[in-house]
């Protein structure tokens, strides 16, 4: 890191330009005499006694009053990074009961300068996911986040995982499997992009990740216009050229599903197990004048089109949907926002067709 990058981070901690400077200077030349220090500064040999005083209050320096003439020196940066840590962690509780969480509307943006930050920020969303994830990131990141892919898994959650090489070496995909839902490679690197239940997003250059010199951004973004275009992106752009490596088996039903995509999944699996579905699907009917349907259906699943998972039976990489059949007659049903579907479901809940005659449905 450059003398810029380290003062605009002291600066956050309240230094002033001269106290950076000054400390800089005995941070480079160790123990030192105020006159030795104010030379390097640059800035008056009093205002060297006036600032070692608070430096050494906010525990950065240490000074020797006794030896003649006064000695200033560094403290270990160990120590100050320590103590700056533990001084947040013990602000931490005072802060959370102060907060007053409120709702947030409109477009949600920030800009994210560092590696660090992009890692704690795709820990959080995926952290917050309750339905699907799509995530396309270098594999030699994968590492810092597994565990939290790991816990998304385990609640449930639907995640398409993407990994880009960055260098020769070949993964075990098959030590993977635990980490996503399905997971596919790329021979090259992939910009890392999250998209978190239609809502939340992340997009950063695969340099901000792979390269301590980058001087690229990333952005998080929740706002549900644009978050689907992300994934939309993530499915028609990257995902069906990529390799295919591991997919895991399928859920145990009946289940529910509040996404569709993650239905969709699931139907696709059993079907290629030769299991028969049936769907009892929540929503509402696509045309308005297609008073004759109700808001449950309820039907055996006749048909999948998807290309989340290979074979792909899709036209279009982004089409998802299945097809019931309710009494003889035959429905398309489409997730949040079908148009070319009969139905619009909210929820999905699946079981074993021979479960369902057995109890008479």
Known sequence: MDTDGIADRLDRFGLSGKEIDTYLAILDRGASKASTIADAADVSKRYVYSISEELEDRGFVEVDDHAVPTVIRPVDPETVVDRLTKSVEEIEPE??????ATERSGEQFEVVKSRQTVIKRLEELLARAETEVTLSLPIDVLPQIRSTLEETVDRGVLVLLLLGATGDDEQDIASLADAASTVRTWDALVPTMLTVDRQHGLLAPSQLLTSSTSDTRAITLSQDQLVPVLAGSFLANYWPTAEERYVTTPQDLPQTYDGFRNAV???ALHRATETNLEATVTGAPVADEDDALPS???GAIVDVRQSLVRPVTSSLPIENSFTIDVDGAQYVVGGTGAFL????????????LADAEATGE
């Open 95 to 100: 802060l959370r009961e102060r907060y007053t």
């Open 265 to 267: 999944f699931q139907i």
């Open 296 to 298: 449950t259906l309820s």
């Open 341 to 352: 579907e009969d139905f619009e479901a909210d929820s999905v809940t699946l079981r074993p």
